[in-house]
């Protein structure tokens, strides 16, 4: 049970993927970076811009997904894990036609390395998941919203039978007899 108050009129939830998207992006960047600087080092030029280019695809295809999630998960809850599994197959089929564009242009061929760019995807995807992962069980997301106003339950019938259990009975209940 949460007792955070639901703030009103953004319509955002306390504690919202904001961070942990930031926190997945900047591990990303890292894992870019560190490729890229060792892409040039090690494979000149090319292996930099594709290494480049691969931390750069995960960044925006992973951050474009957690976007979407996040509004859809806003406004209509019920449809987040077919929104997730729609959006995870979007990243393949994006990664994929990345790929077959890059080929079909003739960058891989000489101004972009292949395997350093491949290899950066690889690397930054599985980093971007191990954050996110990491950061969202640290991440204090409520499971649902409590109602902000009271609504009719069972209270009122209880108060109105006093001495009265479930169905009508009288006596202890389990519940309070314990």
């Given at each position: 049970?949460?007792?955070?108050?639901?703030?009103?009129?953004?319509?955002?939830?306390?504690?919202?993927?904001?961070?942990?998207?930031?926190?997945?992006?900047?591990?990303?960047?890292?894992?870019?970076?560190?490729?890229?600087?060792?892409?040039?080092?090690?494979?000149?030029?090319?292996?930099?811009v594709g290494a480049l280019i691969g931390a750069a695809m995960v960044a925006l295809f992973f951050g474009l997904g957690a976007l979407v999630l996040d509004v859809v998960a806003g406004l209509a809850p019920a449809m987040s894990l077919l929104v997730a599994l729609m959006t995870y197959t979007l990243k393949v089929v994006l990664v994929g036609l990345t790929f077959v564009a890059l080929s079909r242009s003739?960058?891989?061929?000489g101004s972009v390395d292949g395997r350093w760019l491949g290899g950066t995807v690889i690397a930054a995807t599985i980093g971007w998941l191990a954050a996110q992962v990491l950061a969202s069980t640290r991440a204090r997301i409520p499971v649902y919203d409590l109602p902000e106003t009271p609504g009719p339950s069972s209270a009122s019938s209880r108060e109105s039978r006093p001495g009265r259990g479930p169905g009508g009975v009288s006596g202890p209940t389990r519940a309070s007899a314990r």
């Open positions: 049970m949460t007792t955070a108050p639901r703030i009103s009129g953004s319509g955002k939830r306390p504690g919202s993927i904001g961070p942990v998207v930031r926190r997945a992006l900047s591990v990303t960047f890292l894992i870019g970076l560190v490729a890229a600087v060792a892409g040039g080092v090690l494979g000149g030029a090319p292996a930099l003739g960058a891989l061929e």
